[in-house]
DNA sequence: TGAATTTTTGACCGATTGGACAAATCCTAA
DNA sequence: TTAGGATTTGTCCAATCGGTCAAAAATTCA
């Protein structure tokens, strides 16, 4: 019988660990690749099984693909989740900005995933977004508008302000190829990630003194 | 005889004309599908022309691609390349986001295009990246450092200023699919890259105001 | 232990894809 | 007008890819 519960018997250990031994390969492989451009042999090599082993796992490539993304979407949201209004605003978007950060530095497949994703016009995610993700996005939105109100940070549009934190702080993941060949050999090392925190936070510190 | 000039024939107008086709029809599928995920019938198709037809013109697949790149590049590059040194550096970081937010807006094709081949690692313009856009990153890098020693605006890393610009800006075009989600039907409008426009230009105006 | 169930695999298939090729048609310049 | 080169196309091919299937091997549990 196929692995694929589609009726919820309990899954039995090996299920367990071969899923997680595929993802992780996938993750690998369509973090290089795309979608597209990956292959269910090259998944299959990389999990160290046969094609038909991996294929009795997981029914199609398009569902390894949707359970890579679902798997990694907490992960992925956890920082801007995490933002909290109680907090001070200074140190909440120092946070915000320091954990993004860090992902793009310890987890850059997972960033080149979903960027290449919604590259493509998010087709495998365009629920999960509308969903999940804007909702989120507006609840932080209108804690970024009580701060302002409370002239804690300067009056600007929220949902920009997020774009552009997201658009900093992604890029040194995203981008990385782009980066390394402009900084050059002396300065592509992990000090980057360092120097880029440091600017970023400078950036909306300065950027978002109140008047 | 192929139409490949290996060696320098003089281009017939229909060579011309065709190629100018073939390119643009090669935009159009390549930023939306990514090199791999695009296919030479589609290309074809969309230029109207037979697959033997179209690779008359091009050799293969990877020729388009090279020669759509090679292509793109100088308007690509052209907004870094006009900041000028002896402008008033207000105006001229001014007048590079505008002009960057308008290409978001007006060529998304284009910043896709490159934004996949970078998130892939640039295999087919590794050297363009190290030859042509280093040496220019670092010229600008040196007058934005001018500036900064002028008290013109404030001292910061001159390289992580720039990686900022690109990924605010480019940010509209690459992750559409995105922001229109967050924003929903009610501001996915036009006017969003005008109010990204006058954000961005905020955050580094105060961002950078001298001290 | 041994029967039932789960897991693994080799062989195979149809569809797609990048590209080759030769024949046919079209242009152009003398 | 016409010869020679430029352009176009129908046909075909080998490789790759996603996925199937039946049988073998391993595991589980009564």
Redesign the pocket.
């Known amino acids: ?3 694929e519960n589609a009726e919820n ?1 309990p899954e ?4 367990r660990e ?1 899923r997680e031994i595929i993802l992780e390969a996938a993750l690998e492989i369509f973090s290089i690749h795309g979608f597209r451009g ?4 090259q998944i299959a090599e990389a999990a160290s ?5 991996l ?3 997981y ?4 569902d390894i693909y949707a359970a890579l993304l679902h798997r990694l979407l907490d992960t992925w949201l956890a920082p801007l989740a995490e933002m909290d209004a109680a907090g001070d605003p200074v140190q909440e978007l120092r946070r915000y900005i320091r954990r993004k950060i860090e992902m793009a530095r310890d987890f850059p497949r997972e960033s080149r995933l979903f960027a290449n994703e919604i590259l493509r016009g998010a087709p495998h995610i365009a629920n999960i977004l509308t969903k999940e993700l804007k909702p989120l996005v507006d609840e932080k939105a209108d804690v970024l508008r009580q701060w302002m109100r409370q002239g804690k940070i300067a009056s600007v549009d929220p949902y920009h302000l997020i774009f552009a934190l997201w658009a900093t702080t992604q890029h040194y993941a995203d981008f990385d190829a782009q980066i390394q060949a402009v900084l050059g050999p002396g300065r592509s090392g992990e000090g980057r990630f360092e120097d880029a925190a440091r600017f970023i936070e400078q950036l909306f510190w300065n950027g978002l003194r109140p008047k």
Chains 1, 2 share one sequence.
Do not use: G, V
Request: proline fraction near 4%.
């Open positions: 019988m196929t692995a018997k039995t250990r090996i299920q071969k990956a292959t269910i042999d099984m046969s094609k038909p082993n294929l009795y796992y029914r199609s490539k398009e």
